[in-house]
């Protein structure tokens, strides 16, 4: 989430990260050369799946490494929540603060899996952005298990997109490997990340 980076170089940063756990320290970045910076957009997904097997736990922990790399960088970030019945805006855009893991630890989950509402949101979210500056580059992460029946278009001002799967168990659906192919993005496992 480097201000001249507008998507995460994931062999730098697994190169980095070695066999450690995932840390904000890790992460390195695409340069870019045109634009203001980058928004990163995180949609996380706080269904009941989400809460079988610690998946809404172990998003979380990605999603505060991510967000204090946001703040030593000073990058903008907003995080939707959804989950229930709806989505709900949980914070910015704005540069977060040195308290995020208090703040997000406590995010809690269950229902059902309103993904349209969670994309929808964030489609208004990014679309607001790009009439704030068209040049800034918009990125989306989806942390989901993919547990759904919903199957939501791509926000069309996101610029690049991440799927980050947290399904796990014997049996996986694979759906966020198919949401990510047919939204044009990458999907990468949330546990490889933190192995």
Same mark, same amino acid.
């Given at each position: 989430?480097?201000r !001249?980076g507008?998507?995460? /170089? $994931?062999p730098?940063?697994?190169?980095?990260?070695?066999?450690d756990?995932?840390?904000a320290q890790h992460?390195?970045?695409?340069?870019?050369?045109? =634009?203001? =910076? /980058?928004? !990163?957009c995180f949609?996380l997904?706080?269904s009941?799946?989400m809460?079988?097997?610690?998946q809404?736990?172990l998003?979380k =922990?990605?999603l505060?490494a991510?967000?204090?790399?946001?703040r +030593?960088e000073?990058?903008?970030?907003?995080?939707i929540?959804?989950?229930?019945?709806?989505?709900?805006?949980?914070?910015?855009p704005a540069?977060?603060? $040195?308290?995020?893991?208090?703040w997000?630890e406590p995010?809690?989950g269950g229902g059902?899996?309103?993904l349209?509402a969670g994309?929808?949101?964030?489609?208004?979210?990014?679309e607001? &952005?790009?009439?704030?500056?068209?040049?800034r &580059?918009r !990125?989306?992460?989806?942390?989901?298990?993919?547990?759904?029946?919903q199957?939501? +278009?791509?926000?069309?001002?996101?610029? !690049?997109?991440?799927?980050?799967?947290?399904e796990?168990?014997?049996?996986?659906?694979?759906?966020?490997?198919?949401?990510a192919?047919? $939204?044009? =993005?990458?999907?990468?496992?949330?546990q490889?990340l933190?192995?």
């Open positions: 989430m480097a !001249h507008t998507r995460t /170089a $994931w730098p940063t697994l190169a980095a990260k070695r066999s756990p995932l840390q992460f390195r970045f695409a340069k870019r050369d045109t =634009g203001t =910076g /980058a928004l !990163h949609v997904d706080c009941a799946s809460l079988a097997r610690g809404l736990a998003a =922990g990605l505060i991510l967000f204090d790399r946001a +030593a000073r990058v903008e970030v907003a995080l929540a959804f989950g229930g019945a709806g989505a709900e805006l949980r914070f910015g540069v977060p603060r $040195w308290w995020n893991e208090r997000i995010i809690g059902g899996t309103p349209e994309m929808a949101r964030a489609a208004q979210l990014l607001a &952005a790009a009439r704030r500056d068209p040049a &580059a !990125h989306l992460w989806l942390f989901s298990d993919g547990r759904t029946t199957w939501p +278009a791509r926000p069309r001002r996101a610029d !690049h997109v991440t799927v980050i799967d947290c796990c168990g014997a049996v996986r659906v694979g759906r966020c490997e198919a949401l192919q047919a $939204w044009a =993005g990458e999907c990468l496992d949330a490889a933190l192995a």
